[in-house]
């Protein structure tokens, strides 16, 4: 699982297109977004670095996580 921060995420609006463009790339993907924190966690076969940029051409920059 990773987590992601999603920048500019401020809206369910926001949530659903998140979660969208990771499906588009993984539609098997399981996304829990955490609105108030700007936080997404991603299960996906797909590679983290592909999930941030897929999210970060939807229009909303994220980046990694650092595991603690």
Known sequence: MYELKVE???CGG???RVTRAVQALDPNA???VLLKDRLVHVESTASPEAIVNKISSAGYPASQVASQ
């Open 30 to 32: 399981k996304v829990e």
């Open 8 to 10: 500019k995420m401020s």
């Open 14 to 16: 926001c949530a659903a």
